[in-house]
Structures are given as structure tokens and as C-alpha cells.
């Protein structure tokens, strides 16, 4: 395989597993937070993290594709499962997963890299 693939896999790897655990961390260090400020939980599902997440970088003039997810998200006519789905799994569980994933996809280049320099 390339090289420079691997490397771009392996930086991009790197960003998603570290991105993903800060974001992890952040969010559950603002649930704690709440928690003791306030004496519950704070509950946030994906679907709450994708609404803000496509709110703050993404829907702008109320057009595009960004801009029909989020009225999905808000007021869904069909794929009511997934939009079920996406409430009720915590935003902390699939950060952590998203990290789990982009670090499997840093080791994956990182061990080919070295198998590409010991074979030559």
C-alpha cells in the first residue's frame, strides 16, 4: 500500500481517536458538572450533539443538506427508528466509540508503516 496513504490514514487516525476522547471527557465533565450544580443527570443524545454540532458550523441560511438533517432531527416523518435510535444512545458512548475507532485506524497504518520499513 502507499506510504503517503498510510501516513494521511495514520494523521487522520490520530485526529478522530484524541478528537474524539476530548470531546468524551468535555462532555462528561459538563454532565458531572450539572450534575453536582443541579442534582441530575443531563441527558444528551446523539441526536442532541448532531443538532449542535450542524447548528454552529453547518446550517447558516437555513438550506442544504446540513439544514434538512436538523429539521429531521427536530420533527422526524420516516426513518423514526434511527431517530429513536439516536435519542436514547448517550453523545459520551459514541464519542468514546468514534475514539475507539479513529485509534484502531492510527495503530492499523501505524503497524503497516512498520511492516513497509522491515520488509526493505
Known sequence: MNTALLR???AVGAMVAYG???AFLCLVGLQIYRWFRHGEWTHVGVGDGLR???AACCVKDGGGPAAA???WIDAPVDWLGLHKLLDVVP?????FALSVLGNSLFQYCCDRIDAGEQAT
Do not use: K
Open 91 to 95: 453523545a459520551s458512548i459514541a464519542l
Open 8 to 10: 494521511a490514514g495514520r
Open 20 to 22: 474524539g476522547l476530548a
Open 52 to 54: 449542535a454540532v450542524l
Open 69 to 71: 438533517l436538523v429539521h
